[in-house]
């Protein structure tokens, strides 16, 4: 298996302009989250959805936050618009459910730089 | 008072020495407990998990729970530089469903 598949890898944007940040899960997890990292805040989880259905979202800091998961091996984090304060790594994690003893399997990551 | 946290060091051991990693939780339902490395610019990965009272041990790692005390460690013995990361502390919070609240990382390095 190829693992929590994440693009881009970087992303550098000019304050104002939308951001979409897109996550492949490992295949049969049932559960995906977006958490977002940074020095000051470590790890947070901003979504996740189960069976493509969102189930928490109270971690999305505003309105121009947004995520979608059409489908099972899909999900998106859209931010419109993006200001410098975002800039962060986002990372998408998944698992299986019930599996909890087997922890996240997470993804590469993106950084993402607004400027 | 943070659900979770991690003294955010940097925590210095020699090489071939138990490094020590503690964690504490302000949720007394919480029921199970995960660390994680961090190498710097990578991912998150999972070390070990532990749910019950007591120590779990895997290889040269030792996850201790002591939930009266609402604290959690990670030992790590004959500590190789190859350890040098930042190890992060998660929990799953009762009531939480699937989701794991980190800590903010204690960094580890382990010195020649």
């Known amino acids: 298996d190829a693992g929590v598949i994440q693009s881009p890898r970087h992303e550098v944007t000019e304050m104002g302009q939308e951001v979409t940040l897109r996550c492949k899960p490992i295949s049969g997890h049932d559960y995906l989250f977006w958490y977002r990292q940074t020095m000051m805040r470590g790890l947070e989880l901003l979504i996740y959805?189960?069976?493509?259905?969102?189930?928490?979202d109270s971690g999305m800091p505003e309105d121009r936050f947004s995520a979608k998961m059409p489908n099972a091996s899909f999900s998106t984090l859209k931010i419109q618009p993006s200001e410098p304060r975002d800039s962060a790594v986002y990372f998408c994690?998944?698992?299986?459910?019930?599996?909890?003893?087997?922890?996240?399997?997470f993804g590469s990551g993106t950084r993402l730089t607004v400027v | 008072q943070k659900e979770v946290e991690q003294n955010s060091g940097p925590l210095s051991v020699p090489e071939g020495a138990i490094a020590s990693l503690n964690c504490t939780y302000s949720d007394r339902g919480s029921q199970s407990f995960f660390w994680y490395r961090q190498y710097s610019g990578k991912s998150p990965e999972l070390i070990m998990f532990?749910?019950?009272?007591g120590d779990k041990e895997d290889g040269r790692f030792t996850a201790q729970l002591n939930k009266a005390s609402q604290y959690v460690s990670l030992l790590i013995r004959d500590s190789q530089p190859s350890d040098s990361a930042t190890y992060l502390c998660?929990?799953?919070?009762?009531?939480?469903?699937?989701?794991?609240?980190f800590g903010t990382g204690t960094q580890l390095k382990v010195e020649l």
């Open positions: 532990i749910y019950s009272n």
């Open positions: 998660a929990v799953n919070i009762a009531g939480g469903g699937n989701k794991l609240t």
């Open positions: 959805f189960n069976n493509n259905v969102p189930i928490d």
């Open positions: 994690a998944s698992s299986l459910s019930g599996v909890l003893s087997y922890g996240y399997t």
